[in-house]
């Protein structure tokens, strides 16, 4: 598959790429370290990019995912407001001399979002909408099947009873043990229970997380 994707791009005369996935919180491979995958980016730009943690600082990508549709490098400066980490980034992706590109964003399920960095080297700016549009439906299309052939080796969480799924929706909702077992007519010691079990069954400790791991499992809306 990535080669296919590699291909289809590069005939399409785009010289360098890069896919950062981000995982939704709550997920099991949520972390704060994005996997990032690069193709034809100087060497010493990409083990700079992973060394100083510029993931943490680099405003496209996520800039990406909230315009929700492609924009070239050189103008997240004057389309957004950056803060002053992110404007020290972009100076220096100047001064790395790459050229411009494109940022694709592209959408999972369950908030399972990423981003395609498609670098255009020295001739910037030379793709029609229609090029542009194209380029995005593989971003996009690639982006959907790595999330299917994902989740086939990520843990499984057990399911939820019906009763568990009901006061984990009154949790998302913000209500304390107290208030969902005069909602559900129980006592607030099997309220706790079934707290406890649901906790056990995602692998958390605090409802903070149960309620982000129940929608990055899709299982709250």
Known sequence: MLEFTI???????????????????????????????????????????????????????????????????????RHFDLSEKEKA????????????????????????????????GQDQRTLSTGQIIELQYICQAAHLRYCELLAKHLPKAAALSEREQEILNWIARGKSNAVIAEILGLSANTVDTYVRRIFKKFDVGDRVSAVLRGYALGLLS
């Open 7 to 77: 291909d289809a791009i590069k005939r399409r005369g785009i010289t360098r790429m890069s896919y950062h996935h981000m995982p939704p919180p709550g997920a099991f491979d949520h972390s704060p370290y994005v996997s990032v995958i690069t193709e034809g980016f100087p060497e010493e730009w990409v083990e700079r990019y992973k060394d100083k943690q510029y993931y943490l600082t680099d405003p496209i990508p996520r800039r990406a995912l909230s315009a929700g549709r492609p924009f070239w490098w050189s103008d997240a400066g």
């Open 89 to 120: 980034y972009l100076d220096e992706l100047e001064r790395a001399d790459l050229g411009d590109g494109l940022a694709v964003p592209v959408f999972g399920p369950h908030g399972r979002d990423g981003y395609v960095g498609l670098g255009c």
